[in-house]
C-alpha cells in the first residue's frame, strides 16, 4: 500500500508569504528525499502559483490563499487556490510574456515556469470567483 500524507494551509494575500508557502512545501516533501534540482523546481513552481494568486488574484485588497499537498506514494500533487478577481482568458493568460501589470515589470511566464518545472499543471478560472492552480509532479524518477 502507498503511504499518503496531506497538508493544508492557509495565508494572507501579502508578498510576504510567498517565502512561506516555499519553505512549508519544501520541508512537506522532505520525505519523499528529492534531488536539490527537484526540490528548487517545486519551490519555483509553488512561488509562481502563490505570487500570481497575490498580485493577479487580489490586487491591491488582502485575500486568503489556500495552499494543500497531497504526496501519495513517489508524486506530489500542489493546490494553490484563491477567491479573487479570476482569469478571464485562462489559455491567453498561459502564454509566455502575457501579462496584465506590465507596470510592475513582471515577466508574465508564471505558468510557463509552473509547466516546465512540474509534469502537469491545470488552471481552473472564473472572473469574480477566483482561481485554483492544480500541479503534479513525480519525485525521484525511478527507472523500471
Do not use: W
Request: aromatic fraction near 6%; glycine fraction near 8%; charged fraction near 30%.
Amino acid at each position: 500500500m502507498e503511504k499518503r500524507n496531506e497538508m493544508c494551509v492557509e495565508f494572507d494575500s501579502r508578498s510576504v508569504n510567498e517565502g512561506f508557502a516555499r519553505v512549508a512545501v519544501a520541508a512537506f516533501i522532505a520525505e519523499l528525499n528529492p534531488t536539490m534540482d527537484e526540490l528548487a523546481d517545486v519551490k519555483t513552481a509553488v512561488s509562481e502559483a502563490v505570487t500570481n494568486a497575490i498580485i493577479h488574484g487580489y490586487e491591491e485588497e488582502i485575500g486568503k490563499v489556500n495552499l494543500s499537498c497531497v504526496l501519495e506514494g513517489d508524486a506530489i500533487e500542489i493546490v494553490v487556490k484563491d477567491t479573487g478577481r479570476g482569469i478571464d482568458d485562462v489559455e491567453q493568460a498561459k502564454l509566455p510574456f502575457f501579462t496584465t501589470k506590465p507596470e510592475l515589470e513582471r515577466s508574465g511566464m508564471g505558468f510557463a515556469f509552473m509547466e516546465a518545472f512540474m509534469d502537469e499543471v491545470e488552471v481552473k478560472s472564473a472572473p469574480g470567483k477566483g482561481t485554483t492552480v492544480k500541479m503534479r509532479k513525480q519525485i525521484g524518477r525511478k527507472d523500471d
